[in-house]
């Protein structure tokens, strides 16, 4: 029999835990065409998992159809089911369009048809949003978003729903590839779209990167900026007891323990 040597790295003791640290998972519902996963972790903590879904890919561009075809119960429905194998404690359906585009009831029947699906609990990012200005106690806005017109008017209607005054809008007029939006526009838009009547921005749609210049931007426009991405993990964390992780983030620096 041959015999292998013995080695310093067989004789070492493990300081790691016996078992691996518990964690909690967070159900995510997104488009076909999310491109920002990663984004999304920047505000979990080391604890919470995410557990990514899409939905059926629909060859539009980026216009009311497509938001309506994103907002479809059935197929909401049914990818909720397909994330709820890992248990997750909620489920965040993550797109801001297809949560307002039929508005306040739009938004409920959303939320309706993640919970008949099986989920524990529902979260949208439209929903999230009213949710966090409400905590914020703030109700006249500026907004910026990567929309056609058509696509940014439903927001604004949808905001108004909840009696959130709309002061000034911008929207970058984009039909695909939002995800390619820059820091730099999108720091721009907001620079463009800020008056002193707005308490807040708001920066929609869950395909623009954000995670980076909510501190900065706050500082620049001394208001609180709030972020589709940000108000959607925001919302979901909250829903189990847990805080998102950003630092000079007023949304979160306000609503945390």
């Known amino acids: 029999m041959i015999q292998r040597p013995t080695t310093p790295t067989d004789r070492a003791e493990f300081a790691t835990p016996a078992e691996p640290p518990g964690q909690s998972g967070i159900g995510v519902v997104a488009p076909f065409d999310f491109a920002l996963d990663r984004e999304l972790w ?9 557990h990514m879904t899409r939905l059926p890919f629909v060859p539009v561009p980026v216009t009311v159809d ?21 248990e997750p404690l909620v489920v965040a359906y993550a797109c801001a369009s297809g949560s307002f585009v039929d508005g306040e009831s739009g938004q409920r029947s959303l939320c309706d048809s993640i ?73 721009q838009a907001v620079r463009d779209v800020d008056t ?8 929609s749609c869950t395909n623009v990167l954000t995670y980076d210049i909510i501190e900065p931007l706050e500082r620049m426009l001394g208001k609180p900026v709030l972020a589709a991405n940000q108000v959607t993990m925001w919302g979901a964390l909250r829903a189990i007891g847990r805080d998102a992780v950003g630092h000079g983030q007023s949304l979160l620096d306000t609503t945390r323990p």
């Open 42 to 50: 920047r505000w979990a903590p080391d604890d919470v998992s995410l």
């Open 66 to 86: 497509m938001a309506a075809a994103l907002s479809d119960g059935a197929g909401v429905a049914r990818a909720t089911r397909d994330v709820l194998a890992p």
């Open 115 to 187: 919970l008949s699906a099986g989920a524990p609990a529902a979260v949208t990012t439209s929903g999230a949003l009213i949710t966090a200005l409400a905590e914020l106690r703030t109700d006249r806005i500026a907004v910026v978003t990567p929309y056609v017109d058509s696509v940014t008017e439903r927001l604004l209607s949808f905001l108004t729903e909840h009696g959130v005054q709309t002061v000034s809008s911008v929207g970058l007029g984009l039909l695909n590839h939002i995800w390619k939006v820059t820091y730099s526009e999108v720091v």
């Open 196 to 203: 002193p009547e707005a308490e807040a921005v708001f920066i």
